[in-house]
């Protein structure tokens, strides 16, 4: 089965050829980036509009990429959500007239089991079931995964997604937009014995989180500094090297606890957060301790992409899931209410 997949939810278009027998095809991305980084976020109505241009050549590019014809698609995926809804509707409706034109399947995906199940994409896969650790730009979550649509939430931030407080830290300390990238990047020359962060919520019980704190403690830190006049672009690169530091271990100390309550020795990283170097070394050092195994998507796959909503698109097509003639696509929609797949 050849599954086109369609990723519009934010602020990158994402296009995807899977093939049921030979994997993953070819992939193109196209990032607004640029376009939103004068506004220091995502400008809705921009990334509708963006999408709208950007959607149909990037079919066509990857078509070709793969040396494949509109013709030999046998099912569309595209992003239902959750997302911006003008950008998840662009996406929406041309998967959905596509499959019409093409009378073939088209199925609605979950972003974040897309994310999730991007490790899939890998040589080694992780079997089920796993803990998963989902840190992006509007989620920090801790599943339990017993199988594809078979999620249990344990955890959830109480305020701020973890990829939200790298880009909040990053505005805070005048860096580019968006954030996460920029903040790993200057840690690199942080003195790690500098700053001691606080890691937030590691001394109650449970799993939920809680990042707010430490975005609160980087502006104090911050003000701190530029009262001393060492406002500097080493006490940057320190007080990025203390958050990341704080978030990495909050994560770790989380995960830990998620796999001991469970029972279960796989863990699975994803969203655009597991691209963080020092994130990614702490978890793999926990699971090594632990003798069990830690799974992450590669780079270009941990943030948003078309071969995640191909695979996971892929899989529900697969299993005889479609969906009718009418689309919609839902903003605001829970993991956890999605139907599972039995092989
Ligand atoms: P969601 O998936 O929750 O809807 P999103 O699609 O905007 O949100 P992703 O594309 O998964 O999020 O990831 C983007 C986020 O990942 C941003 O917050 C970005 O700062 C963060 N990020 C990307 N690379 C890194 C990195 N190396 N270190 C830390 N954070 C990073
Ligand atoms: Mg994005
Ligand atoms: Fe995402």
Redesign the pocket.
């Known amino acids: 089965m050849l599954v086109l997949g369609i990723e519009s ?4 278009t994402g296009i995807a050829l899977y093939d049921g027998e030979n994997g993953l095809l070819a992939h193109r991305l196209y990032s607004q980036v640029e376009l939103h980084a004068l506004y220091g976020g ?1 400008v809705p109505e921009l990334a509708s509009r963006d999408h709208i241009r950007r959607i149909i050549p990037l079919i066509q590019d990857t078509l070709k990429a793969a040396e494949r014809q509109i013709s030999d698609l046998s099912g569309i995926a595209y992003t239902a959500g ?2 911006l809804i003008g950008a998840l509707l662009t996406g929406a409706s041309v998967a959905r007239s596509l499959a019409f034109s093409l009378n073939i399947p088209a199925v609605g995906v979950h ?2 089991e897309g ?1 999730l199940l991007a490790p899939m994409l890998e040589e080694n896969k992780p079997q089920f079931p796993f803990i998963c650790l ?6 920090s979550m801790i599943i339990r995964v017993d199988g594809i649509g078979r999620y249990r939430l344990l955890g959830d931030t109480l305020d701020d ?4 407080a ?2 909040k830290t ?1 505005k805070l300390l005048d860096l580019g937009y ?8 200057l840690a690199l020359q942080g003195n790690s014995e500098r700053y001691k962060f606080p890691r937030p919520m590691v001394d109650r019980p449970g799993l939920d989180m809680s990042f707010s704190g430490l975005k609160t403690y980087t502006l104090n830190t911050w003000k701190q500094a530029q009262k001393e006049n060492d406002a500097t672009l080493q006490t940057k690169a320190d007080i990025c090297r203390a958050f ?1 530091m704080a ?1 990495a271990d909050t994560l770790a100390i989380k995960c830990k606890r998620a796999l001991e309550q469970e029972g279960l020795n796989r863990l699975v990283v994803s ?3 597991s ?5 990614r070394e702490k978890l793999q050092n926990l699971m090594k301790k632990r003798r069990g195994e830690a799974f992450f998507p590669r780079l270009e796959f ?3 992409n078309g071969a995640m909503i191909a695979y996971a698109g892929a899989q529900r097509l697969m299993a005889g899931e479609e969906q009718g003639l009418n689309f919609s696509a839902t903003p605001r929609w829970s993991l956890e209410e999605l139907p599972p797949i039995d092989f």
């Open positions: 939810s934010c602020d990158e995502v959750p997302g972003h974040m994310h989902l840190v992006s730009g509007g989620h997604a973890a990829g939200e790298f880009d990053a968006p954030g996460g990238p920029e903040v790993s990047k990341e978030v969203g655009g957060v691209a963080n170097r020092e994130i941990c943030t948003d």
